[in-house]
Each structure stands twice: as C-alpha cells, then as structure tokens.
C-alpha cells in the first residue's frame, strides 16, 4: 500500500538461505506484476560487470560474508524509484540486518510507502543444505531451479524463457552454506523480532514442493 490510499503491494520475503525465498519471489512477483529486488543478484550483476562495487564484493561474498549495508542500501533505494516498481515491489535478500531494516523503513516513508507484509518461510537446516548444493539458475532470466525439489519442466529448457544455459553460484557450498547459516541467525534474527513487533510479520512453512508452499503462502498474506 501508498500511505495516500493508492493501490500497490510491497513486500520483503526473508528466511535463511536455500529457503526458497526466489523462487516464491518470482511466482509473486509474476501474480502481481510488481518488481522483484533480489540484493543478491544486484550484487552478483555488479560483479559479472567487473565495476568498482563488484571489484571489491568479489572476495567478500565468495568467503560467505555480507556486503556492506551502505552498498546495499544505496543500490535498493535507487531501484524502488524505477519504472517497474511502479506497482510495487518484494524485496528478497533485504533487509538482512537490522540497521538495514531501521533504513527501509525511513526510506520507505519518504517514499510515500507503507510495506504490507514481511513474509518469512521456515525450512530445516538439514533440508537447506541439500537444496543449496542441487540449485541452478536460468543465465538468462534468473530464474532458480533445483534438483531436488523444483526441476524445469522439459529437461535444460528453462520453464519461463526457454532458455538453455544455465549457471551455479561459485558461493553454494557446504562450508560456506554452513557461515551464511550462522551468520544469518546472528545477523537476521533481529530484523524478524523488529517485524513481529509492528504486527506485519507472517510466517509460512517452506518446507515441500513449490505448489504447496505457494499455496501456504497465498494463504498466509490472504491472497485468496
Ligand atoms: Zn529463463
């Protein structure tokens, strides 16, 4: 929602890594025709580019470390202000701490936006870890696939934009899955108390395949 009335739907969907936090992200993003803000993939853009950002990004993420919050808030408060996000957004992959948070929300207000809901989906570690290891994406729409539990339907052929190239991030695996596990506990819980607190936090089990969980959720933010 707009603070003055206008129509729009702006959501963070959080939860740990390998949680499935994209793949929902996309499958709302394609219902409502909002704008999907992954940080991450802003990220990894900023690196494939080889630009100043993504000079400096490149050691940080590939050890399994945050990028700095400054960095990262700079790039979302320049994205929201763009064309396709006119009808609104979901943020995936931010905010991640709680200094973050306190910043969306600021920036947010000034903006003339008030965020519906914070959607967070709960997977066991055991059940993540094996997700991340299997997981690929479409090089040329991003979409995100896994083996283990969200194959294309036609064998190599992405489902979305049929294409036929697909990559793994360098950062999936296990060691650093295990750091980003933890960091995300240390770093991110706050943010869901923060949410909790305002009374916009839903919560949905993401564990099973990508139809049921979409069900869930649909339901959790009353979709249907
Ligand atoms: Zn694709």
């Not at 997981?135 to 995100?144: F, I, K, M, Q």
């Not at 099973?208 to 869930?216: C, I, M, Q, T, W």
């Given at each position: 929602m707009f603070i003055d009335g206008r129509k729009g739907l702006h959501l963070v969907i959080t939860g740990a890594p390998g949680t499935g936090k994209g793949t929902h992200a996309g499958v709302i993003k394609r219902h409502f025709n909002i704008c999907h803000?992954?940080?991450?993939?802003?990220?990894?853009?900023?690196?494939?580019?080889?630009t100043e950002v993504g000079k400096k990004l490149e050691p940080l993420l590939a050890g399994g470390n945050f990028a700095p919050d400054e960095l990262i808030m700079e790039m979302v408060a320049k994205r929201i202000r763009e064309d396709d996000c006119r009808n609104g957004f979901i943020?995936?992959?931010?905010?991640?701490t709680l200094k973050q948070a306190e910043f969306l929300d600021k920036m947010l207000l000034e903006n003339g936006i008030k965020l519906d809901a914070v959607l967070e989906i709960i997977v066991p570690d055991d059940v993540i870890i094996r997700r991340i290891l299997g997981?690929?994406?479409?090089?040329?729409?991003?979409?995100?696939y896994s083996d283990d539990f969200h194959k294309p339907q036609v064998k190599g052929v992405c489902d979305i934009c049929g294409g036929r190239k697909f990559s793994k991030r360098l950062d999936d695996t296990e060691e650093t899955v295990e750091r980003r596990l933890v960091k995300y506990?240390?770093?991110?819980?706050?943010?869901?108390?923060?949410?909790?607190?305002?009374?916009?936090?839903?919560?949905?089990?993401g564990n099973?395949?990508?139809?049921?969980?979409?069900?869930?959720i649909d339901e959790v933010l009353g979709f249907n």
């Open positions: 803000l992954s940080a991450g993939e802003m990220l990894r853009e900023e690196i494939r580019k080889r943020l995936d992959g931010f905010p991640r997981r690929y994406t479409c090089v040329t729409c991003g979409e995100s506990r240390d770093f991110t819980y706050p943010t869901i108390a923060y949410y909790r607190e305002k009374g916009i936090l839903r919560v949905v089990n099973g395949d990508v139809a049921d969980v979409s069900a869930r």
